[in-house]
């Protein structure tokens, strides 16, 4: 084959440092969310389908880049938008993210249940922690979590 494709969706989650609640407002996650989309698109070849998240975490659905390992997108959306809060004001120039992250693959027929779950995330955790839904996320995709290294 001289043409190479690829469609692969992939969820990425990923908290604030200790899970510190950095990301209080609505206009500020929007606005976040909105960035995180650009930089996805434009620097990293993956656009985002969705992203949402609340006051300690974040979730992104988006299609992967076929140039470029998960690593490295990952690693360009945690840097650029940890340089962009920052900046922001006075109150996050001490912003930082965790070390790691969670990236799950997700089937073409499952791509609106995730979407569905992204857009209720402030619902949804009103009813379950951070921990218990990222635990939650690798027990369904069969990874077994070292929790001595997860929740830095």
């Known amino acids: 084959m001289s043409q190479s494709v690829a469609r692969v969706t992939i969820h990425i989650v990923f908290s604030t ?3 510190k609640p950095w990301l209080q407002t609505p206009e500020l996650r929007g ?3 909105a960035y995180m989309a ?3 698109k ?7 389908l969705i992203i949402g998240g609340v006051e300690d975490h ?3 659905l988006c299609l992967l880049s076929r140039k470029l390992a998960i690593m490295k997108v990952i690693e360009k959306a945690k840097t650029e938008t940890s340089k962009w809060l ?8 001490d912003f930082a993210w965790q070390n790691g992250y969670g990236a799950f ?16 995330q402030e619902e ?9 839904e990222f635990r939650q996320l690798c027990k369904r995709h069969g990874i077994d979590l070292d929790e001595r290294y997860a929740w830095n």
């Open 17 to 19: 440092k200790h899970r």
């Open 31 to 33: 606005d976040l969310f």
């Open 38 to 40: 650009t930089i996805l």
């Open 42 to 48: 434009t620097n990293v070849d993956s656009p985002a």
């Open 58 to 60: 974040i979730h992104a």
């Open 86 to 93: 920052k900046n922001q004001s006075q109150q996050t120039s």
């Open 105 to 120: 693959s997700v089937s073409e027929s499952n791509i609106p249940q995730v979407k569905k779950h992204i857009k209720n």
């Open 124 to 132: 949804h955790h009103r009813k379950m922690t951070f921990q218990d």
